[in-house]
T-cell receptor, first 114, second 119 residues
């Protein structure tokens, strides 16, 4: 069964600083990996995903993530934080076989200060 | 509609009552998921429907929870004899079926959720 661990329930950065949100997964088969974002009082939306091919994937709003099989990681980064990036971020995994659910981590709340 | 629709958006119920939460997935999406979101707990997987296959019920926390999906479309999550610890936001999501490793719309699209408060 798959699982996801997000290190750090809360991350605080200054505006313009690097954002790094950590995600490690466990899966017995090659995974599909996702990052979702939830802005205050809004629903979840997809930020980016890795399925196959290039291990560095780019998403919306300048975010990107790199799939590292050897480290079982899929960390999310953004070179320069913006105030509007303040939100809760969820990492999720499913496997590349049919019929499995998306499993989410507990989420990381990102705060951005001016 | 264009997105996943959930109703009601808010539900307040008395402890011990039964509640039904409804989800209308995106048309054509064969996969449907229910999650529960509580403060500090992230998204807790509840149940997953995929086409005509038997649903994955492994996330249901107790036998008070059940879900149906009629005609491969609309789903209803039922909580019987509600308890205060059931208070949470219940999220529904849908996605296209992904088959044999082919990436066919594997991302899930979420509804706005139903906020359930048990008093």
């Amino acid at each position: 069964a798959q699982s996801v661990t997000q290190l750090g329930s809360h991350v605080s950065v200054s505006e313009g600083a690097l954002v790094l949100l950590r995600c490690n997964y466990s899966s017995s088969v090659p995974p599909y990996l996702f990052w979702y974002v939830q802005y205050p009082n809004q629903g979840l939306q997809l930020l980016l995903k890795y399925t196959t091919g290039a291990t560095l994937v780019k998403g919306i709003n300048g975010f990107e993530a790199e799939f590292k099989k050897s480290e079982t990681s899929f960390h999310l980064t953004k070179p320069s934080a913006h105030m509007s990036d303040a939100a809760e971020y969820f990492c999720a995994v499913s496997d590349n076989q049919a019929g499995t659910a998306l499993i989410f981590g507990k989420g990381t709340t990102l705060s951005v200060s001016s | 509609g264009a997105g996943v629709s959930q109703s009601p958006s808010n539900k307040v119920t008395e402890k011990g009552k039964d509640v039904e939460l409804r989800c209308d997935p995106i048309s054509g999406h064969t996969a449907l998921y229910w999650y529960r979101q509580s403060l500090g707990q992230g998204l807790e997987f509840l149940i997953y429907f995929q086409g005509n296959s038997a649903p994955d019920k492994s996330g249901l926390p107790s036998d008070r929870f059940s879900a149906e999906r009629t005609g491969g479309s609309v789903s209803t999550l039922t909580i019987q004899r509600t308890q205060q610890e059931d208070s949470a936001v219940y999220l529904c999501a849908s996605s296209l079926y992904h088959s044999g490793g082919l990436s066919v719309g594997t991302e899930a699209f979420f509804g706005q959720g139903t906020r359930l408060t048990v008093v």
